[in-house]
Every structure is written in structure tokens, then in C-alpha cells.
């Protein structure tokens, strides 16, 4: 069963910030959390991952609640090209550092001109 | 670098029918996972390798499906016989051993069984 809610579609101008929420209420303290997206018929990309700390790469933001029951990721210049569907995402460990992918349902998000 | 290959992009076969999906992962990566997605259901686990051992597959549906990963490098997944509800895309990815288990997917397989 998905451990992520995200709303279902969403709508950004070209040029400004996309901020995707994402609800992981029942998130264990060893589970981190990822952002993929998937554009059209590709296989899912990976966009950044954290644990408790906010995270930043070249391609995004990720902003963690304290509490780790919510995050929120943000692309802060959105292209055309970012139209895609984004997923939150849990990660069921194994031992060691090896883990598993839960998937949720994902957030349309359509970059308009 | 070449990313994680899947082959064949599509696949069509009849009920009954054994198919088998093969998966290179990135050179080096001994992590390698097989999710899928069915038609309207969101990308589910279905096993993972380290090297050639199996590792969790918790979550392959039945014994139907068989994967391998002979040699630690790539992997197939067989299904035989194929039912109708197999249909979907099955994908792999990859991942290093140490660091972080960033997992990177292939483009996927698409089957479809008529």
C-alpha cells in the first residue's frame, strides 16, 4: 500500500516556482524520502532524496517537516520540459543500506507557457 | 556512462505464452530491483538482486514469475504461462552497493498479453 498522498494535478506558469506537497504521515524513522518523475513513456528519473535535513541539488529542492509527516519539493525556475508526473515516494529499508520503493499515485504537474 | 538497458521495449504475446524481459544495470551496480506497474495501479516492487542473490522478493505475484541474475550482471524475468492480468510495464533499476541506493530505472518494458 502507497505511503504517500499527493494531490492528484497541478498547474505552474513557465518561470516560476512548482512546489509539490506531499503527505507520509505513517513514515518509520528510518525511511527516507525520494522524488522521482516520469515524462511520458520514460522510465522514473530521480530528482533528490532526504532524511530530516532539507535537501538541495542542481535540479531541485526538498523541504522536510520537522515532524517528517510532510514534504514539499520545489523546482524553482519550471520549464516546459518539467511537465511530468512527479511521485513521492517512501523507502522501505532491507539491511544495510538497500531498500525498497513505495510508490505512490503521483502529481501531474503542468508547466504552462 | 550507459544508463540501466531494458529489452524488448514492447512485447506482445498470447495467454499462455512464456515471455522473458531482460534488464542490463548500470556497469558496477550490484543492486538491481524489478518494479512493475498494471494498468491503473501504482509502480510495485517485485524483487531485488544483490549480485546474483536474491535478496527480497516479497513482492513478485506468484510463481509464475521467475527472475535470475546469473554472473551478478544482468537479470531476466521470466513469466510462463502469461495470463491476461500480467499486462503492464515492467521496470528495473539499479543501484551501487555502497552510498546512498540512489536507484536508477530503465525505460521499462511494456507487455501485453491478449
Known amino acids: 500500500d502507497a505511503k504517500t498522498t499527493q494531490p492528484p494535478s497541478m498547474d505552474c506558469a513557465e518561470g516560476r516556482a512548482a512546489n509539490l506537497p506531499c503527505n507520509h504521515s505513517t513514515i518509520s524513522g528510518n525511511e527516507y524520502v525520494y522524488w522521482y518523475r516520469q515524462i511520458h513513456s520514460q522510465g522514473p528519473q530521480y530528482i533528490i532524496h532526504?532524511?530530516?535535513n532539507n535537501e538541495t541539488n542542481e535540479m531541485a529542492s526538498l523541504i522536510i517537516t520537522e515532524d517528517r509527516k510532510s514534504s514539499t519539493l520545489i523546482l524553482p525556475h519550471a520549464t516546459l520540459r518539467d511537465t511530468a508526473v512527479y511521485y513521492c515516494i517512501v523507502r522501505v529499508p532491507f539491511s544495510g543500506n538497500t531498500g525498497k520503493l513505495i510508490f505512490g499515485q503521483g502529481t501531474t504537474l503542468q508547466v504552462k507557457p | 556512462e550507459a544508463g540501466v538497458t531494458q529489452f524488448p521495449s514492447h512485447s506482445v504475446i498470447e495467454k499462455g505464452q512464456t515471455v522473458t524481459l531482460r534488464c542490463d544495470p548500470i556497469s558496477g551496480h550490484d543492486n538491481l530491483y524489478w518494479y512493475r506497474r498494471v494498468m491503473g495501479k501504482e509502480i510495485k516492487f517485485l524483487l531485488h538482486?544483490?549480485?546474483?542473490?536474491?535478496?527480497?522478493e516479497s513482492g513478485m505475484p506468484n510463481n509464475r514469475f521467475l527472475a535470475e541474475r546469473t554472473g551478478g550482471t544482468y537479470s531476466t524475468l521470466k513469466v510462463q504461462p502469461a495470463e491476461l492480468e500480467d499486462s503492464g510495464v515492467y521496470f528495473c533499476a539499479s543501484s551501487q552497493l555502497s552510498g546512498t541506493d540512489t536507484q536508477y530505472f530503465g525505460p521499462g518494458t511494456r507487455l501485453t498479453v491478449l
Open positions: 532526504g532524511l530530516k
Open positions: 538482486f544483490v549480485k546474483e542473490s536474491k535478496q527480497d
